[in-house]
């Protein structure tokens, strides 16, 4: 009888998530590259144990260079103890760690060094060190979570007015409560989502029930104090909610009224269609009207040419504007929000 054929390219997890107390370790995505034939990629994981209880999985990094998450995680897993929490706490703070180490949104390992972890679901066993950090969330831990914060900024390409979002279920309850947790993360938007997509983390979450919050916390590939400080207050007024951390747990109140809005759709976009220089008229933030100035796009190659004005076709809250100035064909320049209708 032939031996067994085994997978070369599965990850592991160093730490045992079923033990009680606080651990730290990496996940072993293996990488046999050619400075280092037997290798692996170190993808961090922690996880604060204290019995029977909910279980929350909280994701920053999923792109790499979108910060305020990563600090909220790794603060919170330093100051925590596992007497202050019920249930477990999982932290992947650096989910698509290569990419976070080089400071992009995606990896430079695979995909033509554009590994984007968040459309890469539900990854691969053998696949490319983002597949295989996909597989990993998507068959290692997802099953063993009762909700996931996967805290996402705007990353070095864009701005957002800082926002949570969740999707609706159709779960009376469910839905009752993630409606509760928009209003507790105290963002001054909040998004209900009407569709997940395919690919994207969750997209493997909503199919199995599982409470899937995430975020738009600022962006341009920094760290914004007063938007980082709300979503670490956010967060925990949330794991409150969730049963994680207790009532007494010290939080501060909201300090926004959130409005709710609704996905955006392809007329609130303002797309590029000449490479040249944008300069926006408006900030993130702003109200505009339909039709609205919304800035220009300056032909550098050719000055003594007109700039085309751009305006936008749907008026609403500008939720979304690249931040760097050059542009090119198919950028996404804004993008508004409109009230939310049920
Ligand atoms: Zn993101």
Redesign the pocket.
């Given at each position: 009888m032939p031996c067994p054929r085994v997978s070369i390219g599965a990850p592991t997890c160093e730490i045992d998530l079923d033990r009680d107390g606080k651990h730290h370790g990496y996940v072993r995505i293996p990488y046999s590259a050619h400075r280092s034939a037997y290798g692996w990629l170190p993808v961090p994981i922690m996880s604060i144990r204290n019995g029977e209880g909910p279980c929350v999985l909280l994701v920053g990094g999923?792109?790499g260079d979108?910060y305020e998450g990563i600090s909220i995680f790794i603060d919170l897993f330093q100051k925590l103890e596992p007497g202050d929490i019920t249930g477990q706490l999982i932290f992947m703070p650096a989910a698509n760690a290569p990419a976070v180490y080089a400071g992009r949104?995606t990896s430079p390992l695979d995909h033509g060094g554009e590994g984007n972890l968040?459309r890469l679901f539900p990854g691969h066993k053998n696949g490319t060190p983002t597949e295989t950090i996909a597989w990993f969330i998507t068959n290692e831990l997802i099953d063993r979570v009762d909700a996931i914060f996967?805290l996402?900024?705007?990353?070095s390409s864009s701005d957002h007015w800082p926002s949570c979002k969740i999707r609706l279920m159709g779960d009376e309850e469910k839905d009752a409560v993630q409606m509760e947790i928009l209003n507790l993360f105290g963002a001054p938007l909040a998004l209900v989502g009407d569709r997940v997509h395919e690919t994207t983390l969750s997209g493997e979450a909503l199919p199995k029930d599982i409470i899937y919050v995430?975020t738009?916390l600022g962006g341009a590939g920094r760290i914004t104090p007063w938007i980082r400080d709300l979503g670490d207050q956010g967060l925990k007024r949330c794991l409150k909610c969730l049963g994680v951390l207790p009532e007494s747990f010290p939080t501060d109140p909201p300090k926004f009224k959130t409005r709710m809005m609704n996905m955006q759709n392809e007329e609130n976009y303002i797309f590029a269609y000449e490479d040249g220089m944008f300069e926006p008229a408006v900030d993130v933030g702003d109200q505009v009207e339909d039709g609205q100035f919304a800035g220009y796009i300056w032909n550098l190659r050719q000055p003594w040419k007109e700039p085309t004005r751009l305006h936008f076709k749907k008026g609403g809250l500008v939720f979304t504007k690249r931040h760097p100035a050059l542009c090119q064909v198919g950028d996404t320049l804004f993008f508004t929000l409109n009230d939310y209708e049920n």
């Open positions: 999923n792109h979108e949104r968040n996967d996402h900024s705007a990353g995430s738009e």
